[in-house]
Nanobody
């Protein structure tokens, strides 16, 4: 059974940094596109960033461009999201997901982690 486990969330002040990790098991990690999503209270889940199976393609939602960096280590079955210059509006539950299509749509992903909370105070 496929399982994704996120870690690295926490509470930081505006301008700070966090590095999220997502460790996968039960699936062939380097067969999957990986994505990071986030959901704030009362809002829909939104795609933040995606990376292709081999890591050659990546992109970001406009609100995080230049601040967040997605990466993956296929040898360790692990996905990362380096988040710098954090803003209060980045506060959300962050989820990683695995899918077969290079997309930022939630419907394109087959497996989801349980989420890790990121809280940014002003």
């Amino acid at each position: 059974e496929a399982q994704l486990v996120e870690s690295g969330g926490g509470s930081v002040q505006a301008g700070g940094s966090l590095r999220l990790s997502c460790t996968a098991s039960g699936l062939t990690f380097d067969d999957y596109v990986m994505g990071w999503f986030r959901q704030a209270p009362g809002r829909e889940r939104e795609g933040v960033s995606r990376i292709s199976a081999r890591g050659s393609l990546e992109d970001y939602v406009d609100s995080v461009k230049g601040r967040f960096t997605i990466s993956r280590d296929n040898a360790k079955n692990t996905l990362y999201l380096q988040m710098n210059s954090l803003k209060p509006e980045d506060t959300a539950m962050y989820y990683c997901a695995a899918g077969k299509f290079y997309s930022l749509s939630t419907s394109a992903y087959d497996y989801w982690g349980q989420g890790t909370q990121v809280t940014v105070s002003s």
